[in-house]
C-alpha cells in the first residue's frame, strides 16, 4: 500500500518485510498526532521517557518535555500541516530501526504553502508496559 490522499499516513513497505504490525500502528499514530495541532500531549506519548529528537537543523532534545516544547514550536505560524510517510525501511538488519521517506506540507498562516521532501531515521522500544515508543528520531528536510 502507498500513501495516499484518503490515508496519507498509510505507507509503503518491502515486501516480506518483518516490521512489529506496533511499529507499523505507531507510524500512522505518530504523524497523525504530529499533524493535528493541540495534540501536544499525545504526540509525547509516542515517545519514550528519555526519548531523542534531532531536528534538521541538528539541535538535539532530549525527555518528553523538551520535545513536547518543539511540537508547541512546530505550529507557530502554521495552520495546517501534513506528513505523508510514503515508504518505509528497516535500517539493516534490525526490525526496530527504520528509515522513513515521505514528505511534509504547511500551510502558513501569513505565508505561501510549503512542500518539503523528508527523510527521517526512527528507533522503536518497547516500555515495561509492552508498549512500543519512539526512543530517538533524527530528521532531515529538503531546503
Not at 41 to 48: F, I, K, L, Q, R
Not at 125 to 139: A, N, P
Request: with cysteine; net charge negative; hydrophobic share 35%.
Amino acid at each position: 500500500m502507498t500513501s495516499n490522499e484518503s490515508d496519507p499516513y498509510t505507507s509503503e513497505f518491502p515486501p516480506n518485510c518483518n516490521i512489529d504490525p506496533d511499529i507499523r500502528a505507531l507510524v500512522a499514530k505518530y504523524y497523525l498526532q504530529v499533524d493535528t495541532q493541540g495534540r501536544h500531549t499525545e504526540w509525547c506519548e509516542c515517545w519514550s521517557e528519555d526519548g531523542l529528537l534531532i531536528v534538521p537543523t541538528g539541535e538535539e532534545f532530549r525527555g518528553r518535555d523538551a520535545i513536547r516544547n518543539v511540537h508547541l514550536g512546530m505550529w507557530d505560524g502554521v495552520s495546517k500541516r501534513l506528513h505523508r510517510p510514503q515508504k518505509i525501511f528497516p535500517f539493516g538488519d534490525d526490525p526496530n530501526e527504520l528509515v522513513i521517506i515521505g514528505t511534509v506540507e504547511h500551510w502558513l498562516e501569513h505565508g505561501p504553502y510549503q512542500k518539503q521532501d523528508m527523510a527521517a531515521r526512527v528507533k522503536y522500544q518497547r516500555s515495561l508496559t509492552g508498549r512500543v515508543e519512539v526512543s530517538s528520531m533524527q530528521v532531515w528536510l529538503t531546503a
